[in-house]
């Protein structure tokens, strides 16, 4: 049985406890309004639109496999050209000695040169991927001002 309370007792209030997870790393996290134990994502506050699911699209959320396969295949063309290099200037001096020394110079520049471009081209792919998210998180930013600002004008 219940005993009756008076005005100077306290009545234990119980929560609903209710399963956030992480909008990171959709991992569970017991308490939003501390750090993400699995990725160290930042605290969400209890009216924070991340913690909706719905508010992202799926086409915003795709990654870019075509560009990184280009990338790493721009870095490792220029390792396998590295890799010609030695293999070219091993082989001319045990053929020709060190009489070839000045082709082999010429050689050596003129491969470098492409291996640093094929590099180049691979770090500029991955850029090229940075600014994608830089758009991505733009464009869903922008949504979240234009949804807030509708929301105050039905207000």
Not at 4 to 18: I, K, L, R, S, Y
């Amino acid at each position: 049985m219940d005993k009756p309370t008076t005005e100077n007792q306290e009545v234990p209030v119980v929560e609903a406890v209710t399963k956030t997870t992480c909008p990171e790393c959709n991992a569970a996290r017991p308490d939003p309004s501390r750090v993400c134990p699995a990725c160290g994502a930042s605290p969400m506050r209890a009216d924070e639109k991340r913690a909706r699911e719905d508010e992202v699209r799926t086409e915003d959320l795709e990654p870019y496999l075509a560009l990184r396969y280009i990338a790493r295949l721009f870095k490792v063309l220029a390792v396998l050209l590295l890799i010609v290099l030695i293999g070219e200037v091993v082989t001319g001096i045990i053929v020709s000695g060190f009489g070839s020394f000045m082709t082999l110079i010429v050689e050596a520049t003129r491969l470098l040169v492409v291996a640093g471009l094929l590099w180049a081209g691979g770090d500029i792919t991955l850029l090229l991927i940075d600014a994608g998210h830089d758009l991505r998180v733009t464009r869903i930013l922008l949504g979240r001002i234009n949804a807030s600002m509708h929301e105050r004008e039905e207000k």
